[in-house]
């Protein structure tokens, strides 16, 4: 009887772990103007293995890998966080494809989708810096501060008019 009771529960929890597995990747924008950067960036939730970044071939790597891990326990659960990004910047003007990257565990090997980044002519030269929309669970303090006083808005001044030459006047 103990194990009709015991071994549901025991697939129960078994699912409710794999559920929060998980190995994808992100990208700060899939258009760029041409001079500009892209961040990419492939994240591991609960899962250990061997991470094999994708070759980029057609993209210069400004800076990568760049890496980030978190351990959380909370109440005897444990829960990991590992993040592997990349900087790059598309070499022409086109449809780049960034293959898929690997992560290689012990049941299985794991894979993420490959994306595809257009890249077009920037004859302005404008040059941005790509904004990662970030999953954080609590504020940054590099955003707030008490010591730090909220910037006020500079007003323009309109430019000043040239001053008048004053006139001399002689007592007769």
Request: no cysteine; charged share 20%.
């Amino acid at each position: 009887m103990k194990s009709l009771v015991l071994f549901p529960t025991i697939i129960l929890l078994y699912t409710s772990f794999l559920s929060g597995q998980n190995f994808e990747v992100k990208v700060s924008t899939d258009s760029v103007l041409l001079g500009n950067y892209i961040e990419v960036s492939f994240k591991v939730e609960n899962l250990d293995g061997n991470f094999e970044a994708p070759e980029f071939t057609d993209m210069d790597i400004i800076s990568g890998p760049n890496t980030s891990s978190s351990i959380q326990i909370i109440n005897g659960e444990k829960s990991s966080q590992l993040s592997y990004s990349y900087y790059l910047k598309p070499r022409d003007v086109g449809a780049y494809t960034i293959p898929p990257a690997y992560l290689i565990t012990e049941e299985q090997t794991l894979e993420t989708l490959p994306l595809v980044i257009n890249v077009y002519p920037n004859p302005e030269n404008i040059i941005a810096e790509p904004q990662m929309a970030e999953d954080r669970m609590f504020f940054n303090l590099d955003d707030w501060s008490p010591f730090t006083r909220p910037q006020q808005p500079s007003i323009p001044t309109p430019p000043a008019a040239p001053a008048k030459k004053k006139r001399k006047y002689k007592r007769i």
